[in-house]
Nanobody, 115 residues
C-alpha cells in the first residue's frame, strides 16, 4: 500500500510564507513525478507545481516566481515553498505522486491566506 501525508498548511496573512511537505510511504520502488495540486471551493482542482525525479519542474502561471517545488528522492519527500501568498492562493493543497503505472493522492492540507 502507498500512503501520502501532507503537512504545513495553515492560516497566513497576505504576503506571508508557508512550506508544505508531503511524504510517501509504503511499497514504493521509485517515484517518477511528484506534484502539488490545489482546489478552492467551487473550483476545479488545478496543477500548482510538479517535479520529476531528475529535478525538472513546471509551475502554474499564477504561482511562477512565488512558489518553489523541491524533492528529496532518498526520503520520498516533496516540498512546496510558498512565498508572497495572496488571498487567491487559498485552497486545499494535495500532493500527488506517479509511481509505476499509477497515481496516488494525499488527503490534502488547507492553506488560508487572509487578514
Amino acid at each position: 500500500q502507498v500512503q501520502l501525508v501532507e503537512s504545513g498548511g495553515g492560516l497566513v496573512q497576505p504576503g506571508g510564507s508557508l512550506r508544505l511537505s508531503c511524504v510517501a510511504s509504503g511499497s514504493i520502488f521509485s517515484i517518477n513525478v511528484m506534484g502539488w495540486y490545489r482546489q478552492a471551493p467551487g473550483k476545479e482542482r488545478e496543477l500548482v507545481a510538479a517535479i520529476t525525479r531528475i529535478g525538472t519542474t513546471n509551475y502554474a502561471d499564477s504561482v511562477k516566481g512565488r512558489f518553489t517545488i523541491s524533492r528529496d528522492n532518498a526520503k520520498n519527500l516533496v516540498y512546496l515553498q510558498m512565498n508572497s501568498l495572496k488571498p487567491e492562493d487559498t485552497a486545499a493543497y494535495y500532493c500527488k505522486i506517479s509511481f509505476g503505472l499509477h497515481d496516488y493522492w494525499g488527503q490534502g492540507t488547507q492553506v488560508t491566506v487572509s487578514s
